[in-house]
Every structure is written in C-alpha cells, then in structure tokens.
C-alpha cells in the first residue's frame, strides 16, 4: 500500500548485523545497543522473520473470548492446536486493567480476518495474508440490514461490537466471541441466529453459537426487526478522509489497534493529540513502553522500553531499522514471552494478546473467483485431499448451515440444492441421493473439516490446484458477497 523510504546505508548495515546470527531462525532475541535519553542502552528485540511461510501472527483474546484476562504465558501456550503452535507473544490492544469484574477491551482487534472489537481512536497494526505488516488510521463501522436490503428503511447500525455500553442510547452488538460482563440491563435484544431474527424481548442475553444478539433502546433501530424475518451485519472500511479501504481489510488477517503511529514509511510521525489520545501517559510522560514494528527486509521487531516517551520510542523504532511502527499497550501490561519463558514479564493478567505461531504445515491459500478467502481454522491435507471448515467454505460459496437434530447431520443449502454430511462419516446425501467421499468429514480445531472438491464440484464449481504455490482456485457462478 505504501511507498517505502530507502534507509540510510549506516542503518541497513547495523540491521544487517543484527539480524545475521539468526537468518534461517523464523524468531530470535537479539540484545541492540539504542539511544535512549542522551544514554546507551541495551534493548532485548523478539524479531520475527514474517518471510517464512510457516510463521502466523494472530490477534488472540485471553481464555477463548473478548472481556476476559489471563497470563501472557498462558494465551500463548494456549494457542497451541492441531494446526500451530504458539511460540511467541506480546500484549495487544488496550483494556481497562483496573476493573476486575470488567476488563472491557477499549481497541480494535481483527482475527482471522474477523472483526471482534472496535476503536476508531489511534491508530492499527495490521498483518496481511501474505505476512505484510503496515501501521494505518481507518475508521470501521458497522452496517446492518434485514431482508437481504442495506439501505433504509431496511438497514440498521451499531456502535461496536462486543463492548457493553451503560449509555442509554447505545446500540451494541455481541457475537460468539464475547465471553465478558453480562450484567442485568433494561435494553431490547433482538437475536439472531443462523441469519434469521429468533427474539426480540427485554432484557436478554443469550448470543446464539452462530449469529448475534443486538441490545439497544432505539425505537429507529429495533423497528427493523421482526422474529422471522433475515437479518445480517458487516463491516465498512474506510480511512479518515472517508476514503474506502474495503479492498485493503480484504487482505488483512490479523489487526490490532494501539498507538500513536511511532513511525511511518521510515520516517518519523508521532502525533498522539491528533490521533485521539489525551492523558499525559501517552502524550508527554515517560513509562514502560512496548513497540512493534517492521523493517523493509520483512522482519517484524518487538521490544519493551523503559522510561521512555512515545517520541524516543520512534527514535528506538528507527534506529532498529523499522519503517512501519506502533506504541502498543504499556505500562503493566508490556510483556514479551518467547520460547518458554519471559524476555519482559507484564505485571498484570492480559485481555489479548498478538500471538507468534509456527504452522504444522504449509499454509494453503484458497482463492474464490480471483478473490482469496480467510478461513477460522487453516485447510489441510488429508490423504491427498484437501479439507477446509465446512462452515467457512459453504458461506464463501453462498450457501447457508444448519443442523438436522433427527439424524445428527449437517445440512448445506445453496438456493435450494441440498447437501447432507455427517462428522466422522464419507456417506453424504445431495439432493437426496447417496455419494460417497473419498475421505469422511472430520474434526478438527473444534471444527468440522470437508474434502473441498466434493462440495465445489456438488454445487457446479470448478477447482484448479496449484502445487508450487500451494494455492486452490474456485470458481463458481451466481456467488454473491
């Protein structure tokens, strides 16, 4: 997205020795002597090699779920599945860490390509799909429709996702992922569940295991809604110039927002007033610091700082030989854990957490149309057939899922073709018809996995494997995003 400003010959070559010792190492500790304060100082940097295909970076929330908090230690460790392992972590995204019974997140976090919090104050870190990191200020919101229309007098909003409001006239939205503070409310819920409104009644707090639960008082809001009747949400991207940036977040994997921005295109950028910020913490005084940041070469460095403003962090950043960096999360929650241990302990249980994983094996891409899809849990091979989340793949390709409690089956339906799958089971029913898969659906992750050409090619998609750059391509018609 952006234009990188060459570094100077004297940075590139300190760079270089720095990383030198670890080159086919994907994640090193390298201590680098800084200025900091008119003072040589010694930083321990975690840098990540985001040119290995195997490394992820996922923006984790503690114990499975937005507004609870746990060790750094254990969000790492407990990251580990049947797909990856957690290698490495670094705090995320700001929180209220004074309330015990209510550590709300107060910043963005993006997984998988999945929006589970918003902030539009400060800025964002965002790691691609292809492991490219870059440091922006967008602006996400909401859009809500019924009956399949998005314009009034169809459309609805919210305010955020998954963050509780004591605000009467709060419009707030909460999905599977929110695991936090449940107090009693006088609100209207209107829930939602596998796209169809199930209730609307006071009071309520039950968020369907696939769908969404909307909590508001506003009459304009709610008037929209009728048990029954479809309902849906997305998001809309756009920067603050009110530029659309849709086609960025398309490729956007992970994201977490912080800030201020330390350093943008290789130069120089703090401005904390004019991103949103107004304590004296972030503005002008001193503290325990963390900064995350990428160099052109693809590295991505982390380092905890003490006793440092967020102007001499952006000093640190480039002298580190990042063109792209943010102030995250600080104070008592800066920590690093890395390969079984602390480089810098937090001195607090965490919200969330950006977590370093080592893939098990290599990634495949799945492109739709031209277009590449993120999926909630990676694809893999089995017995010369790829498998991918039911779930993911039948919503990309347009289809609905439900489940058929008489037989325990798992029922696809795409404009009125219907497929029936069992976990555990190569037996599957098209249209009423017996066909046998060549391997049976399966668990894992906690998620039902499908042989990917048999449900293409059932619903008339055609697939074009690419072995050298591990990329499945569909194509399908009538698919509508």
């Known amino acids: ?43 321990n940097v975690l840098w990540v090699n985001m040119n290995d295909p195997f490394v992820r970076i996922d923006a984790v929330a503690a114990k499975g779920g937005i507004g609870q908090v746990a060790l750094l230690k254990d969000i790492v460790t407990g990251s580990t599945n049947e797909s990856s392992i957690g290698i490495a972590g670094v705090n995320g995204t700001f929180f209220d860490a004074y309330s015990t019974n209510n550590p709300q997140v107060q910043g963005t976090i993006i997984n998988n390509g999945k929006v589970e919090h918003i902030s539009n104050a400060g800025s964002m870190f965002t790691m691609s799909t292809s492991n490219k990191g870059d440091v922006i200020r967008p602006n996400i919101t909401i859009l809500g429709s019924t009956q399949g229309q998005w314009e009034w007098p169809y459309a609805w909003y919210a305010w955020n996702i998954n963050h509780f409001y004591n605000d009467s006239s709060a419009v707030m939205l909460f999905d599977s992922n929110y695991k936090g503070y449940m107090p009693a409310h006088a609100f209207t819920g209107v829930q939602v569940a596998k796209g169809i409104v199930t209730k609307i009644q006071s009071g309520l707090w039950e968020i369907p295991s696939e769908g969404f639960l909307l909590l508001t008082n506003n009459e304009r809001v709610l008037e929209v809604f009728s048990v029954g009747n479809e309902a849906a949400y997305k998001m809309g991207y756009k920067d603050k110039n009110g530029i659309d940036l ?151 390709l347009g289809a609905k899922v439900s489940w058929e409690a008489s037989t325990g089956r798992i029922v696809i339906n795409r404009y009125g073709k ?55 391509s569909l194509t399908i018609e009538n698919l509508s995003d």
């Open 1 to 43: 997205m952006k234009n990188r400003f060459v570094l100077s010959l004297t940075l590139i070559v300190v760079l270089s020795l720095s990383l030198m010792s670890f080159a086919d190492d994907s994640v090193k500790t390298v201590s680098v002597k800084v200025k900091l304060n008119a003072k040589t100082t010694t930083v």
């Open 246 to 396: 849709t086609s960025y977040f398309d490729t956007v994997r992970t994201a977490v927002g912080a800030g201020p921005t330390l350093v943008s295109d290789g130069m120089k950028v703090v401005n904390p007033i004019g991103e949103g910020f107004k304590e004296s913490k972030i503005t002008t005084d001193q503290g325990t610091r963390t900064l995350l940041g990428m160099t052109n070469s693809g590295q991505l460095g982390i380092t905890v700082v003490s006793s440092a403003t967020v102007y001499e962090l952006a000093d640190i950043a480039i002298q580190l030989g990042m063109v792209d960096a943010i102030n995250l999360d600080g104070g008592g929650s800066s920590g690093i854990y890395a390969n079984g241990k602390y480089l810098s302990a937090p001195g607090r249980a965490l919200s969330n957490a950006l977590v370093i994983k080592k893939l098990r094996a290599y990634p495949i891409k799945v492109l739709l149309n031209n277009k590449e899809r993120l999926f909630d849990a990676e694809p893999f091979i089995f017995d010369s057939r790829t498998l991918v989340p039911l779930r993911s793949i039948a919503e990309s």
């Open 418 to 472: 219907l497929i029936k799958v069992q976990n555990n089971n190569k037996e599957a029913s098209i249209d009423g018809l017996v066909s046998v898969m060549d391997v049976p659906v399966m668990i894992r992750d906690g998620r039902s996995f499908v042989p990917l050409r048999f449900i293409t090619d059932a619903f008339g998609g055609g697939i074009v494997w690419n072995g050298d750059t591990h990329t499945i």
